[in-house]
């Protein structure tokens, strides 16, 4: 049975050829190739939906938060040989500022619900759990390297850093593609389509209206740079 979010975002919903992930499966939220404009469900105006969605975006910063601190606290202790200990505590230390961005991106999303005059969406989705919309089902999990491609890919820009090379992109893909036989989705493309929305004056007036302030515009400025 689909839930009500999947049924809000049945128009960003396209078939794709067999043994193709739909274009939401594959975006997280809707799938937009870059040059493609948000599309607005006729369930919603645009601040409605632009609120719809950074409620979405909300419970996926805090799910991958808390994933991030749980696998970040998974590494070390007297187990790890005494001569790895080092190198495993930096590895953590990683780990741990990832999961305090996701606190930033979370915080940044509350803000510009509030400035939309929305209550602060804190909930997360619990496991068992799996949807559309999210990056991949919600796990509490030791870190391994498949898991840790997980994060990789979900987590990866449209196009990958120019030093990454095409054999280590390639092992990253094929690592988290065989972890538990999930499509892994781009949170990326979720905030694609929320910058090309908050970025426009003409979708939400009432966001220029406050810009005057200036925590309105260093947050517009975040999701729109």
């Known amino acids: 049975m689909r839930g009500r979010t999947e049924r809000h975002l049945e128009r960003l919903i396209m078939a794709a050829p067999a043994g193709q992930p739909s274009l939401l499966a594959e975006a997280a939220a809707n799938g937009l190739a870059p040059t493609q404009e948000p599309e607005l469900p006729p369930e919603f105006t645009w601040r409605d939906y632009t609120i719809f969605l950074l409620t979405i975006a909300a419970q996926i910063e805090h799910s991958l938060m808390v994933q991030y ?16 200990r080092d190198r495993v505590a930096a590895w953590r230390q990683v780990i741990l500022g990832i999961a305090k961005e996701e606190m930033g991106h ?10 939309l005059g929305a209550p602060l969406a804190l909930d997360r989705e619990d496991y ?7 990056p991949y089902p919600f796990t509490l999990e ?3 390297r498949a898991s840790l491609a997980k994060y990789i890919v979900a987590e990866s820009p449209e196009t990958w850093p120019a030093d990454v090379t095409d054999a280590e992109r390639m092992e990253i893909e094929n690592l988290a593609s065989g ?6 989705n781009r949170v990326g493309k979720l905030f694609t389509t929320l910058r090309k929305i908050i970025g426009d004056p003409e979708r939400l007036p009432e966001l220029g209206c406050v810009c005057k302030h200036r925590r309105v515009e260093q947050n517009r400025t975040l999701f729109t740079s």
């Open 179 to 184: 972890y538990g036989g999930n499509q892994i």
């Open 142 to 144: 030791r870190l391994t």
């Open 69 to 84: 601190l749980y696998a970040a606290y998974s590494l070390g202790g007297p187990q790890t040989p005494e001569d790895q």
């Open 106 to 115: 979370l915080a940044t999303v509350q803000n510009v619900l509030k400035f």
């Open 128 to 134: 068992p759990w799996d949807s559309q919309l999210a």
